[in-house]
């Protein structure tokens, strides 16, 4: 019913930035609370950062100063802006929604398949 499909992933060198995406698309009454969450190899998956429906947010002590979230409600979007990237960055990314789908009164957590960022020289 809900898809959640993230872009914009790649290498990147140490200081460098990457914009990622998450567009969720399908039978959606509202999205509450998004997010951006990371799994680097042989570790468990983290929060990274999330965004209320009225914008309020949170980030990770790893990632403050360097990262930014922000939603587009109106396209169901959210993005994470990268920069100052290290290599303790490199993960895979993943974004997730708590939405609630047309016909139902709660939310539901969904989440996208993931997108890798590489961070090295």
């Known amino acids: 019913q809900v898809q959640l499909v993230e872009s914009g992933g790649g290498l990147v060198q140490p200081g460098g930035s990457l914009r990622l995406s998450c567009a969720a698309s399908?039978?959606?009454?509202?999205?509450?609370?998004m997010g951006w969450y990371r799994q680097a190899p042989g570790k468990e998956r983290e929060l990274v950062a999330t965004?209320?429906?009225?914008?309020?947010?949170n980030y990770a002590d790893s990632v403050k100063g360097r990262f930014t979230i922000s939603r587009d409600n109106a396209k169901n979007t959210v993005y994470l802006q990268m920069n100052s990237l290290k290599p303790e960055d490199t993960a895979v990314y993943y974004c997730n929604a708590d939405v609630v789908v047309h016909g139902l009164y709660y939310a539901t957590r969904y989440w996208g398949k993931g997108t890798l960022v590489t961070v090295s020289s």
């Open positions: 399908g039978s959606i009454l509202r999205l509450n609370v």
């Open positions: 965004a209320s429906i009225g914008s309020s947010t």
